[in-house]
């Protein structure tokens, strides 16, 4: 299974994100409202379903 480029970018720009804050990605996951391994799956290029209940950007902005 192949992931689409843009899907690959938007990983990496959250995994990015993440390490800058040092968060884990069940930090992240805790934050978005989503599992870990849901994260796992989109940094690696994967998506995450919308009724999954990812929060998106809304997750950036707790400290």
Same mark, same amino acid.
């Given at each position: ?6 899907? *690959? ?7 990015? *994100? ?9 930090? *992240? ?35």
């Amino acid at each position: 299974m192949r992931s689409h480029p843009d899907r *690959l970018r938007s990983g990496s720009t959250t995994r990015e *994100l993440r390490e800058q804050r040092s968060w884990t990605q069940g930090q *992240l996951a805790e934050a978005a409202g989503i599992s870990q391994p849901a994260v796992a799956r989109f940094e690696a290029g994967g998506t995450v379903h919308s009724s999954n209940g990812w929060r998106g950007r809304s997750a950036w902005s707790w400290s």
